[in-house]
């Protein structure tokens, strides 16, 4: 029990973005983290320890022990100095991400709500697992946000991409597929528009006629979330969308709106009040469900793009341009624009393509997701085996020279600010050898 709640706090704790949070929220939903956990969480306190602070940051053992046992079979002084020296960067970040001005702390702090939300709703996680978890969804966030903004300036020319081709010429790029994706979501009809857009009138003249938002929310919002809290949404003035922004500035207050369209559905809302920076409003949502027609008209485009492609008639690329429509709440494993996998990357990232037995050049896929109504037209093209070259490898070398820059600007943050932080490690440590001169500022 104690071990599986070190592992999702670790994973957790090492996110690099919110991929990363979607796995660990599938793990919870899938019960591979068990429920009542605290019997766990007490033994977890007992056995563990503190081995480093940084500035307020905290460091235990057992981070360290766990990434070693992942990592390592036989494990070096050496090598758990190196793991320890990457939590140690890990955590300087986080501390300073926490006191930055630049970062909106109350859109941090709703982000993590939300999340943590998703997992209450579909497990019975104890109180103190709830915290736990919720403090290090914040962590993966205020990481994401403090590594944006040391990063915000990077550029790769290409000129840095041929020296760096000229000076790895005996470097051998491994088989790998190229992966793109046409996404067709179904239109639907005008009658069956206007259908929807009259019962949200309906609704909207029952409430004005005195009947309760709130209970029409419950009983008719598509949006789960809200609904159970009577349509209530409190949004942030900073980072409202256009589609809101909008509507909600043209309402007063107890005001309902006529019926409008976004990504998610057709809509009304009330706005309730706003007080500084926030914005308090009631919606309900209707999501279309699309007829049988609806989606067999949809099938009968993919079909004859589908075959267009295949027959030359038009290029994936262009197809996709006049096609493709982005969702910003689409799954980024099914929007793919030119990812670079290898085969075993492509089973273990991309659940969609498991069925596939064997990856063929050029491979054209259809794919319909259980219970959304999203077609997929899937381009994977083979790269063979071959020595680095600007044509192939543009944007895999650009990738990496970014990583790079990314890695540097980053020990040039630490270096800039290690003497004005707080630094506390084990003595066990007191001799290492580290990258930064962390040892320097030590306070033991």
């Known amino acids: 029990m104690k071990k599986k709640i070190i592992k999702i706090l670790l994973i957790l704790t090492l996110l690099v973005n919110n991929k990363v949070v979607a796995k660990v929220v599938n793990d919870v939903n899938n019960n591979k983290v068990v429920n009542d956990v605290n019997k766990g969480v007490k033994d ?3 056995i563990d320890s503190i081995i480093a602070k940084i500035g307020n940051e905290i460091i235990l053992k057992s981070e360290l022990d766990q990434i070693l046992k992942n990592k390592y079979k036989n494990i070096s002084f050496i090598q758990e100095c190196n793991e320890l020296e990457n939590l140690f960067k890990l ?9 930055n001005n630049m970062i909106n702390h109350n859109y941090v702090n709703e982000q993590a709500k939300l999340k943590i939300q998703d997992l ?52 051998i790029v491994p088989i790998t597929f190229e992966l793109s994706s046409i996404i067709f979501y179904p239109k639907i009809t005008n009658d069956h528009k206007k259908e929807i857009i009259n019962k949200l009138l309906k609704i909207k003249n029952e409430i004005e006629n005195g009947s309760d938002f709130k209970t029409k ?14 349509g209530l949404i409190t949004l942030n003035y900073e980072t409202i969308n256009n589609e809101y922004k909008n509507i909600i500035f043209y309402l007063k207050e107890g005001e309902i709106s006529k019926p409008f369209q976004t990504e998610e559905g057709f809509q009304i809302l009330k706005l309730e009040k706003i007080i500084g920076n926030k914005i308090y409003i009631r919606l309900i949502l209707i999501k279309p469900k699309y007829t049988k027609e609806e989606l067999l008209e949809t099938k009968k485009i993919v079909h004859s793009v589908m075959n267009d492609i295949i027959n030359n008639n038009i290029s994936f690329e262009q197809a996709k341009n006049k096609y493709h429509f982005f969702k910003k709440n689409i799954d980024n494993h099914i929007d793919m624009d030119h990812i670079r996998l290898n085969q075993y ?21 259809k794919y319909e997701i259980n219970g959304e109504p999203v077609f997929i037209l899937i381009n994977i093209k083979k790269i063979p085996q071959h020595k680095l070259s600007f044509n192939k490898d543009y944007e895999l070398i650009k990738n990496l020279i970014i990583k790079i820059k990314s890695n540097e600007n980053i020990d040039y943050f630490i270096k800039k600010n290690i003497k004005y932080t707080l630094i506390q490690i084990n003595k066990k440590y007191k001799n290492s050898k580290f990258y930064q001169n962390w040892i320097k500022y030590i306070n033991f």
């Open 91 to 99: 955590h300087f970040l986080l501390f300073y991400a926490k006191k």
């Open 345 to 365: 990357e492509i089973k273990n990232k991309i659940p969609i393509l498991k069925k596939i037995n064997h990856i063929k050049n050029n491979h054209i896929m």
């Open 44 to 46: 977890f306190y007992e």
């Open 217 to 230: 929310a419950i009983s008719y919002s598509d949006d789960i979330k809200s609904a159970i809290n009577g």
């Open 120 to 171: 209450v709703k579909k497990n019975n996680l104890s109180p103190t697992i709830k915290l736990m978890i919720y403090n290090q969804i914040k962590n993966t966030i205020y990481y994401n946000s403090i590594y944006q903004i040391i990063n915000n300036n990077i550029y790769v020319s290409p000129k840095e991409i041929d020296d760096y081709i000229i000076n790895n010429k005996k470097i």
